[in-house]
Structure formats: structure tokens, C-alpha cells
């Protein structure tokens, strides 16, 4: 079975990205960069919303001692780095590129995107085996091993990575940056990658089994089959 991660994409966003794929594709003399590193910024902000910064006003209101205020101040300002990089570099980055370079990026994401009746997703796909290895590690912390916590957490790096690969690093290679614009986008991304696996490790060491559960079934509420979503989409063709 196929699995993928849904990220929700706001229809507004959709619906901008709809009009530079349109202009792209009817050869329009108007130049889409600015509005296309405007969007990517934009949807790229609201998977860190949704995958981090919901977690994190969750976490919040279940504190009970000290020291979890400390986890989650560290933790916020690993997210608002992040923030600030996507929102200074993304659109930075294309800003003055020609149309036709954005073309093969925009129908990549095309691909990946996942209209619902209800919701708009941007999916990603995770290795089944890796499922697999996350289920065990889930089942174990259920079960009431302790140590199986760093296992799952470690899963749930190589899922977030994953994501890292297909909606970063891929189109980035498609983009053709010059050297001097490619290394400087690696050092951020290496950045914030580093500093966002390094808070998801350290947590995972901290978290008890009380709590990690909470953690751990928040970021696989995103992660589906994707037959389950090919049924969505068929029942919403053939009502």
C-alpha cells in the first residue's frame, strides 16, 4: 500500500497558483516570479502552521511544571527562525527568473497537489517501509517502552525529511539556480533543518510516555493511504 503525507493548502493560495499556472501556460508576457515566490511562501508558512506551530499552542495548554515552558520557548523560536528564513529567501530566490524557468517547477507541484470538494492537500510520499518501522516504534511506546520514544521520534524525522526532499530540493534542482543563489538556499535549508531535528530529537528524549503520544499522533494525522484519498476523489466525480 501507498502511503503520502496531506498538507492543507489554503484555497486562496490554490486559487493564486491557479492563475500563475494559467499564465504560464497560455505564454503570457507578464512576468509570474514575484507572485509565485509570494505563494510558495505562503503555503510553505502554512504547513510550518499546521505542522508545528498548532503542536506547539497544543503543548502549551497542557504544561504543568516549569521546565515545559522552557521546551516550548526553545521550540518557538526554532519555528519563528524558520518563518523568517521562508519568508525572506523563497521569494527572494526566484524573483528574477523568466516564466519559462518557473514552468517545469509549477507543473511539479501540480502534481502534487490534491483537490477535495472540502480541502485542498499538497502531498508528499513516504516509503512504506518506513511506516512500517513507525508503527512498531508506536506499538512499543503504547506498550510501554520507554525507550521506543526515541525510535518513533527518529520516524518522525525521516517523514519530516522526506517532505524536505520532495517539496524542497527537488524543485529547487528543477529551478536551475546559479551557484552563488544554490549554496546560499542549501546553507538555509541545512539551517533550519538542523535546528528543527535537533529540538525533535532533544524532545523525544524528554517527553515521557505520558506524553509522547500526544507529540507522535499529531504529525501522523497527516499521513494517509493514498488509495484512501483516490476513493475521496471518485465518490466526489460519481456522487
Excluded at 33 to 53: P, W
Excluded at 55 to 79: F, M, N, P, S, T
Excluded at 164 to 190: A, H, R
Amino acid at each position: 500500500m501507498a502511503y503520502a503525507v496531506y498538507l492543507k493548502v489554503n484555497t486562496e493560495s490554490y486559487q493564486k497558483f491557479l492563475a500563475i499556472q494559467t499564465a504560464l501556460n497560455t505564454h503570457s508576457s507578464a512576468k509570474q516570479a514575484h507572485a509565485l515566490g509570494a505563494v510558495f511562501a505562503e503555503v510553505a508558512v502554512q504547513i510550518v502552521q499546521q505542522a508545528f506551530i498548532e503542536l506547539l499552542e497544543q503543548q502549551k495548554r497542557r504544561i504543568r511544571l516549569a521546565h515545559g515552558y522552557d521546551i516550548a520557548d526553545d521550540a518557538e523560536k526554532v519555528i519563528a527562525h524558520v518563518v523568517n528564513a521562508i519568508q525572506k529567501y523563497l521569494p527572494w530566490s526566484i524573483a528574477l527568473l523568466s516564466n519559462a524557468r518557473l514552468k517545469p517547477v509549477v507543473d511539479y507541484f501540480d502534481a502534487m497537489i490534491v483537490p477535495t470538494s472540502e480541502q485542498i492537500f499538497l502531498k508528499y510520499n513516504v516509503d512504506h517501509a518506513l511506516v512500517l518501522k513507525t508503527n512498531t516504534a508506536i506499538e512499543q511506546v503504547q506498550n510501554g517502552q520507554r525507550a521506543a520514544i526515541q525510535d518513533a521520534f527518529a520516524c518522525l524525522i525521516q517523514m519530516i525529511d522526506l517532505g524536505v526532499q520532495q517539496l524542497i530540493y527537488q524543485p529547487k534542482q528543477l529551478l536551475k539556480f546559479n551557484l552563488v543563489v544554490d549554496k546560499t538556499l542549501n546553507g538555509v535549508i541545512q539551517v533550519c533543518c538542523n535546528l528543527a531535528y535537533k529540538r525533535l530529537t532533544q524532545l523525544g528524549q524528554e517527553v515521557g510516555l505520558d506524553v509522547a503520544p500526544f507529540y507522535i499522533e499529531h504529525f501522523l494525522s497527516f499521513l494517509d493511504s493514498e488509495s484512501a484519498f483516490e476513493c475521496v476523489q471518485l465518490t466526489e466525480k460519481n456522487p
